[in-house]
């Protein structure tokens, strides 16, 4: 084979290798994948019934609900694999399974024990649930749940519920929800809800949503508050939810929040004596919201776009990384300069010297990628020095580079840190670039990207496969011909605050925000609160006053979202000089505390102990337990005032006791708190219910006519108590048939065919209720059968 | 006279107007308080309520209990001796621990399920399970109920100087003036689940089972539940360390500042998370915490209050244990009697009784052909008692626990639990029968044997059980029974009766050959619980439906136009040929086969949820939720004539 042909041929893979999407398991969102049976979404096997979204945006902190129940068509249980794309910033902070009508929570552990007990459990056939974040060194937002077993022709509900700061740029805010799946795979929801409100201190304006599939019926609309409402049938999911909306803002503001108020000791805290001490003190943000009304520059652009085509980048990231160099190059004028390099385990520059923005030129760009070949692992650090060098030969003037790549560096040096201080070092020496980053999917190392862009005024954004790239590829175009807010720091009056982190990961521009989130002592009225930087030539200064409250409890999501930061803070620090123990020990704790996963955590939805919800009758008074082995007491305290310590059976691995319902005890749903001790004699409550149901259905029977011709449908008419769960007729010899509501009626119908050949006579039809304790009425008539 | 010059005309004007304005003051001042007075006295009066009480007197001397008073709730000291108030009864003792009297519902007492107890105006108070308060002189007992008014358990009572309180279950909070009763509301709201009242200076703690801690305050008062902090809303014990409240609850203790309680930001902090807390107490240096199940721990006062200080003190092996601070002790009371805490030690406070039943909830009673009495436990095994009433052994495993039957016959000893059906020889010999056996349910509620064959017959969860060790056979629903779920067998000739969840079976050569239930019969419930074949005839007792009798024609009759539709507890059944006894929720029913004459006995019973019944030639003996009662025969002759002594005291009402 030529070197010509050899060239076609990559250059036909390349392009199958953007357009076709190659079948694999990767992060699909809110996916259950039937793996007994295969890799793939299939709706035939596990369909979706319901989803319900519920977004609430409180001044830009974010909460999303979600809710799937997920059909299994299958008649076997099934093992799944339940896969959700968050946000790239999205952060955890509860998640759900549901056995049956249980809900059972997930519960942050150590990732090694989560997966331990994970293992017992399945092997045991209970149902867990364990959610983990494989990478998030990496800035991965893909999470994936286990979920065994999806009963048979049965239905599996989960829940999951996400945070996420939402940044400002352009005074603008933006909000994206997944709902569409990787390319190449469907999801149909038979019902979709979605429930948005946004609430905002500082007025909002132009709030839109930018979704063609998912009307939404807007209910209220002003300058403080949006709310709007979808509810549909049979919706394709072909696209994720856009929100956008602006923040009217004069100038430049500095607004602050605080919170204090006494903390929760957590079981896992009281390992550590030092740790169980409820640490009084407060939590506060700052957020400076930056409007200085800066022009745009005229001056001539020069950009250097370094493009990965590493096989990493196959499929949806491909398609995006193409579509954001067609944005890029089309936004420059023909006064400007550009050069183009692609980078895989080599970097391969479009020309050595930078190329007048000219039509032509771009034209033989886009072909340069065109003709290219998707090849090998991704060399960051080789990519990221060709680009100086190459930039380095730009005309005098702002000197740009835009990377755009999942950033995971799998050849070359590997170490993030190293990768990092390289580029800074040489950066700084000699041609002084600022490195503009696109993160492309849901695996992209953003954080590796943050930290590079950090240290050269630039700027860093991402999206995630499924994720429209207009926007992002947008701000990044508007953010060059910017100068960014320098020399940020937050300071204040006194040495009252401490654990100061910003959770604004990204350089601030005109038009966004800065938010910093720290920790206070002590009460104090009016502390004042102070953020600087530099924009261009002046310098901004905004201060507040603030008061630190005794006791307010108004924004509790402060004190989690300090713990994200300086979680996140630990792990940047660990990402760049390796692991320490009291670093992880660290991160464990406020994981637990504030439920959030990390890459030493994991949620567990394992109960710690599974009380069948069973009707209880007074000759079965029994409560059974199942909990993990390292549970080693259990005591339940019943509603009527009775407490009792439950027995270990080990034959059948299960707590048990037999408990006396008082004979005055009403039928009824009632509500059981056990109290279980593991081994380490941490204590853990669970409440559950039982239903005391002593008595049969009341029952009553209508029928129009008792005489009947064989080869006629006997229509029966019953009524019965609420709790009925099985109402059905028979006649000896005959099918029973079941009776159910008819909303039309207003009574339970069933219809009875009597058969052609039944001989005439006097026949017994028997109706039966039965209610979920097996109690039983039932009501007989004699029919006369004529014959036809 | 001297006429007064215009200075003093004006102080002469000023004291008559400021002895004027005096005047009025005190008498709006006086008004304002007859209106107040009034106005309180209204609220008071609408909060009185109207009360029962009645002079006890001593019941039928030949009748004995057989319970346990090892279960101890409360201990006092009233005239000089200690006052234990147990499930079994009230038991005097000397300061030594000499046991002096026992005290039960045959002496006195209105019931024998004890929860309280305090003195008061000097007299000794004591609260009950169900039966309302108890008031004793030293000689005789009174009792106070409430008509109108269900308070369920008394389960806490304080005095508090001027008055007692009475804190009930379900009933709220009450007041005893020594003349009237009131109810104590907080903001016209009745205070629920009362377990515990303390009181410390001018704050009255009001502890509760599910609702938190109450602070009630002269000027004001505050709720405390998890919202405010609290570990959990069963709250175990309240104590003051220098300016803060210790708050204990079954989950951990939690700390708040006194200073702020009512305050917004007065919320609790938790220093220890330790599930099952039964109590707290404050000693000298340290906190005494317990756990339910027996285990105490210390907490010195100079560390950090946290779990790394708290330090394994003494255990003892029981359940429902507590501490109590009486005359500057502390007693542990729990299911297994009643200790001092001394040095660091356990000490026992007197001699236990050997004889005393293992629990009190009586599910099954047979006697052998020894004469000896097998009682079954609801959940802690077997007792037998010899013919003259001393307990010879107790049997316990984890296979015999939970006592559902016990059928003695001249195979064996056969007793159905819910782990299996277990049999013992003569000479107590065990053998369990469980699902390697055949059986597809390890519980079982009831066995029975045929004397024309050697087959078990098991009434079980999942059907009916044929056959024997190793060959069981299962009769169930697809074969015609009306259910699954199977509760007690009885035969008549050669044909089986099976009580159903949904209807009696009558069985023939191993078929189902005919069913009864509501729609086919007379039955008004299909919950049959109960068959005892008295000559031909089937005598059969349902839950919540009554009784009823089948005759030898298969025709049903039914005695609810007699006695009501009684809920007959499961096999609770008995037959001497004289009389048929029923066990129900409300009593025992005895019917005169004879006279067909029925009677309800009550009072004479120690609880009247009667769970299993037996007999021999001499005694019956009648098992309950709070123990045995063990009647001579002719009991139920001089009970038939005198009618039932339900009635047979009149008490008077007052408002």
Redesign the interface.
């Known amino acids: 084979m030529s070197k010509k042909q050899l060239y076609l041929a990559f250059a036909i893979m390349f392009i199958v290798a953007c357009y076709w999407p190659i079948s694999r398991s990767a992060a699909q969102s809110g996916v259950l994948i039937p793996t007994t049976l295969g890799t793939n979404p299939d709706k035939n096997i596990l369909s979706l019934s319901v989803m319900n979204v519920d977004i609430l945006i409180d001044n830009q902190h974010a909460r999303v609900k979600v809710l799937q129940i997920f059909d299994n068509h299958h008649a076997s249980n099934l093992e799944g694999k339940y896969n959700f794309a968050l946000p790239t910033k999205g952060s955890i902070s509860d998640f759900a399974i549901w056995e049956n009508s249980v809900r059972i929570p997930g519960v942050i552990m150590e990732r090694r024990r989560a997966e331990s007990v994970y293992g017992e459990l399945t092997s045991a056939k209970v149902d867990p649930g364990l959610l983990t974040q494989d990478d998030e060194h990496g800035g991965s937002s893909a999470f994936s749940v286990k979920v065994f077993p999806i009963p048979g022709y049965g239905s599996k509900r989960l829940e999951l519920e996400y945070t996420e700061i939402l940044p400002i740029e352009e005074l603008t805010s933006r909000f994206s929800f997944p709902l569409k799946p990787e390319a190449g795979y469907n999801q149909e929801a038979a019902e979709l809800n979605i429930h948005l409100l946004v609430l905002s201190k500082i007025p909002i304006t132009d709030t839109k949503i930018n979704s063609k599939n998912y009307n939404l019926k807007v209910l209220k609309s002003t300058v403080n508050e949006f709310e709007a409402s979808f509810q549909g049938s049979n919706i394709k999911l072909t696209e994720d939810l856009d929100l956008s909306y602006k923040l009217n803002v004069n100038g430049s503001e500095l607004d602050a929040i605080a919170y204090r108020a006494p903390e929760h000791i957590s079981a896992y805290d009281l390992r550590d004596p030092a740790l169980a001490k409820p640490n009084p003190d407060g939590y506060f943000q700052a957020t400076a919201v930056f409007n200085e009304q800066q022009s745009k520059t005229n001056v001539a652009r020069n950009e250097l776009i370094l493009l990965d085509t590493s096989l990493s980048m196959y499929g949806d990231k491909l398609v995006k990384a193409v579509s954001a160099l067609e944005q890029f190059l089309a936004s420059l004028e023909t006064t400007d300069r550009f050069n183009l390099i692609l980078f895989n385990e080599t970097a391969t520059p479009l020309n050595t010297e930078p190329l007048p923005a000219t039509k032509e030129n771009i034209a033989k760009a886009l072909a340069f990628v065109k003709d290219s070949m998707l090849y090998g692992g991704t060399n960051v650090p080789q990519g990221l020095l060709k680009a100086l060098e190459l930039a380095d030969r730009f005309p005098i003037g702002a000197r740009n580079i835009i990377i755009v790549s999942d950033a995971n560096p799998t050849v070359g040096e590997l170490k993030k840190a190293n990768i990092v201080e390289a580029f800074k070092r040489a950066n700084l020496s000699g041609t002084q670039a600022r490195l503009f980053a696109l993160g492309l999917g849901n695996d992209a190392a953003n954080n590796l990207l943050e930290q590079l862009v950090k240290d050269c005024n630039g700027f860093a954004t991402s999206v995630r496969e499924t994720e429209d790239i207009t926007l992002p590829v947008q701000s990044i175009i508007e953010k060059i011909n910017k100068s960014n807010v320098s020399k940020l720091s937050f300071s204040t009056n006194n040495s009252n605050f401490y654990q100061v982190y910003s959770i604004s990961e990204k350089n601030a521009f005109d038009g966004g925000s800065y938010t910093y989130v720290g920790r206070y002592k002590r009460p104090q009225p009016q502390a004042t609160l102070s953020i600087k930087g530099i924009l261009g030539n002046h310098e901004i200064d905004l201060s507040t006053n603030l008061d630190l409250p005794e006791f307010d409890d108004t924004h509790s999501q402060l004190p989690r979202v300090w713990a994200r930061a300086r979680v996140d803070a630990l792990l940047r620090e660990m990402d760049l000089n390796g692991e320490r123990e009291d670093y992880i020990a660290e991160i464990i704790r406020l994981a637990q505390k504030y439920k959030f996963v990390t890459p030493y955590t994991a949620f567990i939805a394992a109960p710690r102990a599974l009380l069948r919800p069973r009707l209880i009758q007074p000759g079965d008074p029994v409560l059974r337990v199942k909990t993990d082995d390292s549970v080693k007491e259990v005591f339940a305290v019943f509603p009527f005032g009775e407490t009792l310590p439950l027995k270990y059976l080990e034959d059948e691995k299960v707590w048990e006791a037999r408990f006396f319902a008082p004979a005055t005890l009403a039928d009824g749903t009632y509500k059981c708190r056990l109290l279980l001790t593991d081994k380490q004699g941490q204590g853990f409550q669970e409440e559950k219910s039982f239903v005391i149901d002593s008595h049969a259905p009341k029952l009553t029977v209508n029928l129009a006519s008792k005489v009947l011709h064989s080869g006629d449908e006997l229509t029966i008419k019953a009524n019965a108590d609420k709790d009925t769960i099985r109402l059905f007729a028979k006649v000896f010899g005959l099918k029973p048939v079941t009776l159910s509501w008819s909303a039309k009626e207003q009574t339970n119908i069933g219809k009875l065919p009597i058969p052609k050949d039944l001989p005439a006579g006097n026949y017994t039809l028997t109706v039966v209720a039965e209610d979920g304790a097996y109690n039983q009425a039932s009501q007989e008539i004699n029919l006369t059968i004529l014959p036809n | 006279m001297k006429a007064l010059n215009n200075k003093q005309k004006i102080i002469i004007l000023i004291v008559l107007l400021f002895t004027l304005i005096l005047v009025e003051f005190i008498h709006i001042h006086n008004r304002t308080s007859a209106a107040l007075l009034t106005a309180k006295t209204n609220l008071s009066e609408q909060n009185i309520i109207k009360y029962h009480k009645q002079d006890s007197s001593p019941l039928n001397q030949n009748i004995s209990f057989l319970n346990s008073t090892q279960e101890i709730s409360s201990i006092t000291l009233f005239q000089g001796n200690y006052f234990v108030a147990s499930k079994g009864g009230l038991t005097k003792y000397s300061p030594t621990g000499q046991q002096l009297k026992h005290y039960t519902s045959l002496t006195g007492l209105s019931e024998n399920d004890l929860t309280s107890l305090t003195t008061w105006a000097g007299k000794l108070f004591i609260g009950t399970r169900t039966q309302g308060l108890l008031v004793f002189d030293g000689e005789k007992f009174s009792s106070y109920s409430w008509p109108n008014l269900k308070t ?2 008394i ?1 806490a009572l304080l005095n508090d100087n001027s008055r007692l309180l009475i804190g009930t ?1 379900a009933g709220g909070l009450l007041e005893f003036d020594g003349e009237k009763f009131s109810e104590i509301k907080i903001d016209g709201n009745r205070l629920k ?1 009362i ?1 515990s009242l303390s009181h410390n200076q001018q704050r009255l703690f009001i502890q509760t ?2 609702n938190g801690l109450w602070v009630i305050e002269p000027t004001k008062h505050n709720h405390f539940t998890i919202n405010q ?1 609290l570990p ?1 809303n ?1 709250v175990v014990g309240v104590t003051q360390l220098d300016n803060n409240l210790l708050v204990a609850t ?3 203790l939690s700390i708040a500042n006194l200073d702020q309680l009512g305050n ?2 007065s ?4 220093l ?5 807390v039964s109590s707290l107490v404050k000693s000298q240096n340290s906190l005494i915490i317990t756990q ?2 027996g285990q105490i721990w210390q907490l010195p006062l100079t560390t ?1 209050l ?4 708290l330090k394994p003190l003494v255990k003892t092996d029981s ?2 244990a507590h501490l109590i601070e009486l005359e500057n002790k502390l007693w542990l009371a729990s299911n297994k009697g009643l200790w001092q805490l001394a040095t660091n030690k356990l000490e026992a406070f007197s001699q236990t009784n050997k004889d005393n039943l293992s629990s009190n ?1 009586i599910s099954a009673l047979a006697i052998d052909n020894l004469g000896q009495l097998w009682v079954g436990h ?2 802690n095994g077997i007792d037998i008692y010899s013919p003259l009433g001393h307990k010879i052994t107790h049997l316990e495993n ?1 296979y015999l ?2 006592i559902n039957h016990i059928d003695i016959t001249p195979k064996g000893i056969f007793v159905a639990t ?2 299996g059906l277990v049999s013992f020889d003569s000479k107590l010999h065990s053998q369990r029968l469980t699902k390697s056996d055949g059986l597809l349910s390890h ?1 079982i ?1 009831s066995s029975y044997t045929l004397p024309s064959s050697d087959n078990l017959l098991l009434a079980t ?1 999942k059907g009916l059980a044929i056959g024997k060790a190793g060959k069981f056979s299962l009769l169930t629903a697809i074969q015609g029974l ?2 699954n ?1 199977t ?1 007690s067998i009885s035969s008549i000739e050669n044909t089986i009766y099976v009580a159903t ?3 009696l079976a009558q069985i023939s050569n191993g078929k189902v050959i005919r069913t009864y ?4 019969s007379s039955l008004n ?3 049959i ?1 109960a068959l005892q074949p008295v000559n031909n005839y089937l005598f059969i007792g349902t ?2 439906g009554g009784v009823y009798q089948l005759m030898p024609n298969g025709q049903l009759r039914s005695f609810v136009p007699e006695i009501g539709r009684l ?1 007959v507890n ?1 096999n609770a059944i008995f037959s001497d040929n004289k009389y048929l006894y029923i066990g129900t ?1 409300t009593g025992l029913w005895v019917y005169e086969l004879a006279t067909q004459h029925w009677n309800q006995v009550k009072l004479e019973l120690p609880s009247s ?1 009667v769970l299993s019944i037996t007999g021999n030639n001499n005694y019956l003996y009648i098992g309950t ?1 709070n123990g045995i009662a063990k009647m001579p025969k002719d009991f139920f002759n001089q009970h038939n004539q005198t009618e039932s002594t339900l009635e047979s005291t009149q008490g008077q009402i007052y408002e």
Request: glycine share 6%; net charge negative.
């Open positions: 369920e358990a389960s279950f689940a377990t089972f599910d902090g959990s069963r079954d989950f951990g917004s930001q919320l609790f902090q938790t220890i998370t330790v599930p099952t339910d199940n950090d946290n779990n790394k200080y359940n429902n909830i609801f959940r984890d626990r939970e819910s782990q519980n509620s969860t009306p259910s779920n509760y969840l949904t209807g239930k509501d729609a086919n419930s299909n919950w619980t839950y919540g809920a499961l929720l949820n939720t």
